[in-house]
């Protein structure tokens, strides 16, 4: 019972079509709905497990706690993350840095190791060390509803774990699962309420949403924000769109792009942005800004870089893209592009181009932190993330999504759980696969990995002598066994299968597209003077002035109570007032309310938070 007070969970549903090659009377194709899981001993857990009592239900969450978070304030660990990013778009412009930088001298491999590199801070890393997780049984239940969902607890808990009651009275076990899953057990939470028991009410299970899932969203939200208006692609056509048709990368659709594919496109995008700000910076190396398009120029000028150099046009492009400065849209900037979206008048002197380049960058900051925070093991980078896409998922109307970042704040950095519950929870969010530094994965992928194993033995073996639910069952048991054999019998035989492809180098594409960026948007005598129409949206501004109008009380209100009707959780369908609803000016009444929300939290903390600045706008709205 020790082990299982420091235990997690996280499942997920699996769905498979058992097709019928010959048919017959009575024989159809069947769909088979079940659901598989994994389990782990916990990282950080305190002696004893996780207690219920390090859990308050009633803690709401506040504005100014998101307002004040460390992920939206310029400060701190943003400049050591923006420049990280900076410099590994430089090394993947061109590759003949590892050369010119030179390579390291000890342990480990990977040029970034050189000493000068920028590196990435290290915020609250969690212990290394392989984590051992195991298969439970195959569950013949759909876990896609509430009332499966409440089968699948059942059985788990009480059919597998032998679940004891009294010795886990006080006990809480954390629950992971993608969004779908978390959203049903607090369903299900909810519908018990009302009962009398803490076991018959469920007080022992603390659903917490799969950062592997919350990953794919924030990519697939940063494609969808920044893809203009595809009923117009001709008058609204924004720089990503045109950087998937430059790059061929005909899988990437406006909506219900696959993942891989859309984050190589949103990563390579961001990529040659940062480059088309170097090609800036190389204006005044070269007689004629023409002879930039010649990538072996700009190289040759690469290399007679030090490690100092390297670092010095690091710090151009973080100043021209990263700082609070650039970042935060000055009052004038505003007021054109209300005039620019009244009128439709056309804007032509460019700075409608860089501003969509900055926005776009700001997103992809995000999701960089985030992935090298999960590879990391370092939940202060992860939460750093967190803050940053809650009024992202906000301004985008991704209810569900919004649901979710506002949870794992709520979770990670209010009172409403304990220091120890909070570590807890993000660090097995994550499960080291390797035992190494750079090996963490996050816990709902490691099921995903599962499922698709699953999908390929049966797929294999569709005209096998056994049926689907005993291979099922089967296989889903013996997954892990396979796994540790396999390696095993490789390392003997000194051969390794690996089906991954070998990704080819695109610095000759991203150089290309670095040089369009360049000269289409940030040269003031190429062709920036082209008409925009089409201007990327301020989402932190936009996400937070939703929030303030009701959607963040909305969401206390669902979470703080303990009885009534919650079933609706995941079908949220108002996040948001109408756009009549507004007030005149959002974002000039949004800026005066963190205006004197941060004058406030100044003087309480006794000057430790810099209040933030305010233009005329702001200033004659908060008068």
């Known amino acids: 019972m020790a082990l299982l007070r420091s235990i997690c969970v996280v499942w997920d549903n699996f769905e498979i079509m058992q097709r019928v090659l010959e048919p017959g009377i009575g024989m159809t194709d069947k769909l088979w709905s079940v659901t598989t899981a994994k389990a782990w001993k916990g990282a950080l857990m305190p002696e004893g497990g996780l207690k219920q009592s390090m859990y308050h239900r009633e803690v709401p969450l506040t504005l100014r706690t998101i307002q004040q978070s460390p992920g939206l304030n310029y400060g701190g660990s943003y400049a050591h993350i923006a420049r990280h990013f900076i410099a590994v778009a430089f090394t993947k412009l061109f590759p003949e840095l590892e050369e010119i930088l030179g390579k390291p001298t000890g342990a480990g491999s990977g040029w970034h190791l050189v000493d000068g590199f920028p590196k990435l801070p290290n915020i609250d890393r969690i212990p290394i060390g392989k984590a051992e997780h195991i298969t439970l049984d195959l569950i013949l239940e759909n876990e896609g509803s509430t009332d499966g969902t409440h089968r699948v607890i059942e059985n788990i808990f009480n059919d597998q774990f032998k679940w004891d009651l009294a010795s886990l009275k006080e006990a809480l076990i954390l629950v992971y699962g993608d969004q779908k899953s978390y959203s049903n057990v607090l369903s299900v939470l909810q519908e018990l309420g009302d009962e009398v028991e803490g076991y ?216 409403t759980a304990d220091t120890v519950l909070q570590r807890a929870i993000l660090a097995n969010s994550l499960i080291n696969i390797r035992g190494k530094a750079d090996s963490f994965i996050e816990a709902d992928r490691v099921n995903e990995l599962l499922n698709l194993y699953l999908r390929n033995i049966i797929t294999i073996r569709r ?28 390392a003997e035989l000194g051969e390794r299968t690996n089906s991954r492809h070998t990704t080819p180098s695109l610095h000759l594409d991203l150089g290309h597209l670095a040089h369009i960026c360049y000269i289409t948007s940030l040269n003031p005598n190429g062709h ?62 949004y800026e005066a309310r963190t205006i004197m929300s941060n004058l406030s939290a100044h003087e309480e903390c006794g000057g430790l938070i810099e209040p933030l600045e305010a233009g005329p706008s702001v200033i004659a709205a908060a008068a």
């Open 200 to 415: 018959d009410r469920l007080d022992q299970i603390l659903p917490i949403p799969g950062l592997f899932h919350f990953k794919m969203a924030l990519i697939d939200g940063i494609k969808g924000a920044n893809w203009g208006n595809e009923k117009d692609p001709k008058m609204n056509r924004s720089a990503l769109s045109a950087h998937a048709q430059i790059l061929n990368r005909k899988k990437v659709p406006a909506t219900a792009s696959p993942f891989t594919h859309t984050e190589r496109l949103v990563l390579d995008s961001a990529y040659s942005r940062i480059g088309g700000f170097l090609w800036q910076s190389f204006e005044g190396k070269v007689d004629d800004y023409h002879q930039l398009k010649n990538r072996q120029i700009i190289l040759n000028h690469m290399k007679t870089w030090t490690m100092e150099t390297f670092n010095e046009y690091v710090g151009v492009v973080f100043n021209a893209c990263f700082t609070k400065a650039v970042q935060r849209p000055a009052p004038d900037v505003l007021e054109r592009e209300k005039k620019r979206a009244k009128d439709d008048t056309r804007l032509t002197d460019g700075t409608e181009h860089k501003t969509n380049h900055l926005r776009f960058l700001s997103g992809a900051l995000t999701y960089h932190a985030l992935t090298q925070g999960i590879k990391l093991g370092d939940i202060g980078m992860i939460k750093w993330s967190i803050d940053r896409s809650i009024p992202f998922f906000a301004a985008r109307n991704k209810h569900n999504y919004a649901n979710v970042s506002l949870w794992l704040k709520r979770l990670t950095d209010t009172t």
């Open 463 to 490: 005209n096998g002598s056994f049926d689907v639910e005993h291979q099922l069952r089967l296989q889903t048991l013996l997954a892990t066994f396979h796994g540790e054999l396999r390696a095993r019998l490789e």
């Open 528 to 589: 920036a003077a082209r008409q925009m129409p089409w201007i990327a949206p301020d989402l932190i501004t936009e996400g937070m002035n939703r929030l303030a109008n009701g959607a963040l009380a909305r969401f206390n209100d669902r979470v703080t109570q303990r009885q009534g009707n919650f079933s609706n959780f995941a079908a949220t369908t108002d996040d948001g007032p109408d756009d009549e609803a507004v007030e005149q000016d959002p974002v000039a009444a």
